[in-house]
């Protein structure tokens, strides 16, 4: 049996979609492009981190030609290179990259580059297995390190990529898990010269990452069942589903439900719409002219780019922004940052002149928008008070839909702009995200980190005319569910 260490993980999280894998022609789910872009950052601190290590000689990937991969890895091997990346080995049908190979004296260090910002459990599996293959292939292993991100690193000129860093050493758990490792291999040896293994959907589906057989495996569950059920514990939602209950409408009677999950609950088996017209005055009552409808994007990224960010900070780079006066006018205002340079001094600058002295700002779960403006008032300390100002004019549209103002069955458990939007504008095409090229906020969050990077100058403008198009289309959403709410509380 061959494996590879990702498709030892694999197997630790599911053996059924290890046999699969290995054993059927079912499609697995292509990755979206936030997986897609994840897969690049990673790719990205792995060459940085090569760097912690200069002078190594790099193997080159070649899907095609694995075995010229594991001939190159044995040439600079026996010509006594110290330092290899992507160090290739095949032994005893156990097929493992390192990322980084460097001798110790009379042996060899691993080092497994990840970027998150901690070590994780599947993390040491994964540097388990290559301190077994590497072994196996005949190099004393003396120890086994974990390189990730650091995420109280802060940029200050240069990159300091010793700071941005922190390396762990888990020789000793990798050590300790050889004996798992072997049972691992011996169940799915076995496992794999057998039928499918009868394995049901549960909460490893999730683990490590979600699974790309969720399509396939989760086919029988429908599009509005418990595992919607609003803000439901995932072992819950398991619980009811051991218990056979798989619809909404099959909840039995002595569930206690929150409030929401108990109008998700009641609209799901009426088929009605849940209206407390009390509710939604209250709301609209403390809202005040010029009506500001507002909405950040922002990026984040395991590089600091700029001074004063850390790994992965929300960084806003755009906004969108919607004033509806109270003789009924509107007006739309909306900046995007330049690519090339730290967005935020500019940002700062456009949203303080462009937001009227006076008036309500509305977003729709402000806490993000409200964290996005301390950070900026964090930054800029000689407009801190005038930023801080601002967030005592904030209201949150989705408060009239979280305090059970209106519950529409179509929400189908979840409250976020994207679910209720089409819920209660199912036919109005001026507001549907489907037709756009940027469709939400993560499409927004990755083309921007990496739009510095395109060449092509047409190119760039077409993606930041989407993204435009997408950030304004958040603040008329925005607006018109303000003008529908109006409308269903008879104002």
Partial sequence: MNLSKSLFVRGVKCAKSLWLYKNSDIPRDEPDQGQEARFESGRMVGDLAKRLFPGGKEVA???????????????????GVDTIYEATVSARGDFAMADILKRDGDGWEIYEVKASTSVKDYHILDVAFQYRAFSNFGLRIKRAFIIHIDNSYVRKGELDIKGLFAIKDVTHEVVSK???IEDYRQKFSTMLKGDMPQVDIGPHCFNFYDCDYMSWCWRNVPERSIFNLYRLTQAKKFELYQEGIL???????????????????????????????????????RLSYPIHFFDFETFNEPIPRFDGQR?????????????????????????????????RNHVISHMLKDIRPQGSIVAFNKGFEEGIIKGLADYDPLRKNELLSLLERFEDLMEPFRNGGYYHPEFNGSLSLKSVLPAIFPDDKTLDYNGLEIRNGGMAMDTFATLHLIKDREEREKIRNAL?????????ALLRLYEFLCKVAGL
């Avoid at 435009?468 to 008329?476: F, G, I, N, V």
């Fill in 468 to 476: 435009l198009e997408y950030c304004r289309l958040d603040t008329l």
């Fill in 247 to 285: 619809k909404i409408s099959d909840i039995p009677e002595d569930f206690r439900p929150n409030a929401i999950q108990a109008l998700q609950i009641e609209t799901e088996k009426t088929g009605s719409v849940h209206v407390d017209r009390k509710k939604i005055r209250q709301f609209l009552s």
């Fill in 178 to 180: 050889q004996g798992e």
């Fill in 311 to 343: 790994p992965y900070m929300h960084i806003p780079f755009q906004y969108s922004l919607h004033i509806l006066y109270e003789d009924g006018n509107l007006e739309h205002r909306e900046f995007l940052a330049d690519e090339n340079e730290d967005p």
């Fill in 61 to 79: 990937f070649d899907p095609e030609n694995f075995k010229g991969m594991i001939s190159q890895t044995r040439k600079w091997l026996d010509a």
